[in-house]
């Protein structure tokens, strides 16, 4: 069966600080992942897709970006944070021409 | 802008009772449609999908599509405190790899 990891669990960084966090899907091949954002009390905000190895696609301009170096991993990243990226990231997977995202267990990302 | 439309709640319900959440999409051409549950800080996890007007159950889940008045509706059965979490709308807005829009949620509390 497949399993979803998302590190680390809980991040606290300062204002300008770079960040990455990681995604890892485990059995199963070429899944398209994808990248969300959920601030405080809102809804879930798509920020990046990737459909293989390289191909990245954003969907919000901003001071993000993401990279999927192997096939089952996938990356967010920031340069320098800003207070408004502070919130719950989420890391999802999805097989071929399915729909059906299931998500990892997220990164709470407090940014001070 | 594509919406999906979900009333914040919080919807109480008294337990063994019937919960009802409603869901309303604007974008015409959406074939898919998804039920994920959210329990406080911790990621969404599928209840459902649903792709045909209709019902579909699972369990103590029915899931209602309506695809000319736009309505999706999700109805718990036998309401246990258990079923205390915030329920999310996913609508496929386009797209082949699946792009889902989410409702904001509706926070559905179960009291004993």
Known sequence: ?112 | QKEVEQNSGPLSVPEGAIASLNCTYSDRGSQSFFWYRQYSGKSPELIMSIYSNGDKEDGRFTAQLNKASQYVSLLIRDSQPSDSATYLCAVNIGGSWGKLQFGAGTQVVVTP
Do not use: M
Not at chain 1, 12 to 34: A, D, F, I, K, R
Not at chain 1, 43 to 65: A, D, K, R, T, W
Not at chain 1, 79 to 104: P, R
């Open chain 1, 1 to 112: 069966s497949q399993t979803i990891h998302q590190w680390p669990a809980t991040l606290v960084q300062p204002v300008g600080s770079p960040l990455s966090l990681e995604c890892t899907v485990e059995g199963t091949s070429n899944p398209n992942l994808y990248w969300y954002r959920q601030a405080a009390g809102r809804g879930l905000q798509l920020l990046f897709y990737s459909v293989g190895i390289g191909q990245i696609s954003s969907e919000v301009p901003q001071n993000l970006s993401a990279s999927r170096p192997q096939d089952r991993q996938f990356i967010l990243s920031s340069k320098k944070l800003l207070l408004s990226d502070s919130g719950f990231y989420l890391c999802a997977w999805s097989i071929g021409t399915s729909d059906t995202q299931y998500f990892g267990p997220g990164t709470r990302l407090t940014v001070l």
